[in-house]
């Protein structure tokens, strides 16, 4: 039985301490008012910053000003129009540099949330194809599953607070006032209001968690039996919850992803989220094992295991650029306004975070997982462990910032917090759920085929 040392339960309380405290301080210092804005851009206007349009309009508005003092109202409408106009882009910055913790929050709340749903959608695969390879690492995954049902639940939670006790931080067609001016909208309102949102998003967390509830629960109880029934059941539910997650996934990712902007829309998109989703999962799969066994646990976990692992981590990598350069791909050849709209505000303004995904989440992965030789090292899987996990948490970061915080996104206190507040919460939940059953399935009927297993 593994225990949960009051070390590393100590460490998890510290991440999730600083964490707050960073996620506190971002929301104070993120209400700026008309003032601060107009000056902000005007510094950035008078040292030439990376911001060129904003740069432009507080120029415009120190002109525009200028006309209104030395004409008063010669220059009548046209003055009164500039000055109109960059009022209202001072309150679209504002409320820009507003959305980032909240952004910053939502990134880190789904980034931790999707791993463990990433795991028990791959523990349920394994379950139901009957692999004879994995079962020593089964109650590694259920450890890190425990994490979906309080994880899914907080994205949730964040979601839907952004659009009622928050000023519409995350998705805009929960604003009553855009959707009045928006058709297209408008269009999409029988699927996006909130009330539909949040049952939906219950309907998922409610599958899901039963799953893992369930299967969880017959395979602490396959442990002592003397027959294969409890097999059986999680074999049945396995088959099932796949179908059902499959539908669910896609649902959730158009839910809680896509619909941060409205009027771009992928046919891909699911699948896109679900290799991201998965190869992270696998990710950590591998990095709690390899943590377990450096500290005298997993004893029956030998390098042929890792190299499986290692093997799905390089697999799924190769998937998810295929994902990404096929979406990529045919938006950009077709060359419709509303599709590739998404990626131009990417290249101009997420440029190195954009492209810099795509080196950590394939070009990386690929050099370094290769050779199978390496796949056996603990120290390289770790160390190709890390860099995927970074690649994928940008590529959420690149889904959502864009059209929540437009160009006035940078990694900083909001962003670190927030990872470390839900890096404290995951330690805790899946070593505090590791601690609670013997970290070999005992009666599993593949188990001394996964034991014996050799590559």
Do not use: C
């Amino acid at each position: 039985m593994y225990t949960f040392s009051n070390k590393l339960k100590t460490f998890s309380f510290i991440l999730m301490i600083l964490g707050a405290l960073g996620v506190g301080y971002g929301f104070m210092t993120s209400h700026k008012s008309f003032e601060e804005v107009e000056h902000l851009l005007a510094e950035e206007s008078h040292h030439g910053g990376g911001h060129g349009e904003e740069a432009d309009h507080a120029e415009a508005s120190h002109g525009a000003h200028a006309a209104v003092d030395s004409h008063g109202e010669s220059h009548g409408d046209s003055a009164h129009a500039e000055v109109d106009e960059h009022a209202k882009h001072i309150e679209h910055v504002q409320h820009q540099i507003a959305n980032r913790p909240w952004s910053a929050l939502y990134v880190a709340a789904f980034f931790f949330m999707m791993i463990a749903l990433g795991v028990l959608a791959f523990y349920a695969i394994q379950i139901a194809s009957q692999a004879g390879w994995s079962p020593v690492l089964f109650r590694v995954m259920e450890g890190i599953t425990a994490y979906l049902l309080p994880g899914a639940l907080i994205v949730l939670a964040i979601a839907v607070a952004s659009g009622t006790i928050g000023h519409y931080n995350l998705f805009v067609w929960m604003d009553p006032d855009v959707v009045a001016h928006d058709k297209l909208i408008q269009g999409k309102a029988g699927w996006l209001n909130i009330g539909g949102f949040a049952i939906r998003g219950l309907i998922f967390i409610a599958g899901w968690s039963l799953y893992r509830h369930f299967s969880r629960k017959f395979s602490i109880a396959q442990d002592t039996a003397e027959d294969k029934s409890n097999f059986k059941k999680s074999f049945r539910i396995s088959a099932a919850f796949l179908v059902f997650f499959i539908y669910t996934e896609s649902m959730m990712s158009w839910d809680w992803i896509m619909s941060v902007d409205p009027h771009w829309f992928s046919t891909l998109f699911g699948w896109y989220v679900f290799a991201s989703m998965f190869v992270s999962g696998i990710t950590v799969i591998a990095l709690i094992t390899l943590y377990l066994k450096s500290k005298g646990q997993l004893e029956f976990v030998n390098e042929n295991h890792l190299h499986d692992v290692a093997k799905f981590m390089f697999a799924f990598s190769i998937f998810w650029t295929y994902l990404w350069f096929s979406q990529f791909m045919l938006i950009w050849y077709s060359n419709i306004p509303e599709e590739v709209t998404y990626f131009v505000t990417r290249f101009q303004d997420y440029k190195l975070p954009f492209l810099g995904m795509v080196v950590m989440n394939f070009v990386f992965p690929i050099l370094m997982l290769m050779n199978a030789d390496y796949k056996r090292i603990p120290w390289f899987v770790v160390m190709a462990g890390l860099v995927i996990l970074f690649g994928h948490y940008i590529d959420i970061f690149n889904m959502i910032m864009p059209a929540t915080v437009g160009d006035r996104w940078f990694i900083g206190i909001p962003e670190i917090s927030s990872v470390l507040l839900f890096a404290g919460l995951f330690i805790f939940v899946v070593f505090t759920a590791l601690s609670k059953a013997p970290l070999l399935v005992k009666g599993y009927p593949f188990r001394k085929e996964s034991e014996e297993f050799h590559y």
